[in-house]
């Protein structure tokens, strides 16, 4: 292989691993948004089915997510 093939294949991977630890940032962030959004409405007195019925998520999943599971 060409060495301008192999350096643009190299910047090509360089590219693909950045893109992919914003988008692992921004998810981490959007999750930890949510918890505290849940974590509000816990507190408000909504019950987990509530919150579950409310975002379309299963009861049992929305404790998952008040657990940090």
Known sequence: MADGARQQIGKDLRRAQADFKRAQRARDKASASRR????RARKAGFSTREIGKETGLHFSRVAEILRGE
């Not at 505290?36 to 974590?39: L, N, R, V």
């Open 36 to 39: 505290k959004t849940f974590e």
